[in-house]
């Protein structure tokens, strides 16, 4: 018999996704955060930009998840051509397994952050371009 094991981002989701908090909605800062980290240059524009500017706006502005979302559906109405970014070759030292060793709850939450900080801050070269887009779109 095949036993089901889920990956460790399936398994973080599921902490996210019954987080007691929905107005928070945290699972949208993971989702981000691991898009940017796993992109590659099959991965479109649109999805890496989008990841970086949800991980600006929750580490830099402390935006809650709910509100990354709206921002994303914003900038989903602009049909224009995203540019490709340059990947850098580490996008952060933090994993999801990490994120998973510490404690449900509090502890988990706050390696959450951790680990959007260390993949926003693992993109710094593509920041001012974040920044740019971030501030036209989100209001």
Known sequence: MNEYHPTDFEELSF????????????HQHIVD??????????????TIIFALIGLHLFVNKNY??????LVHMQLAKNKKTWPILTLPASRGSILVSDVLKAAPGIQRDQ????WCRDVWNAYADCHPMILSTATNHSG
């Open 111 to 114: 390696m959450i952050k951790e």
């Open 33 to 46: 955060a691991y898009h940017a980290q796993t992109a590659d240059q099959r991965t479109k524009p649109i």
């Open 64 to 69: 809650t998840g709910r509100q990354v979302q």
């Open 15 to 26: 902490y996210t996704l019954s987080h007691p908090d929905p107005v928070y909605f945290i």
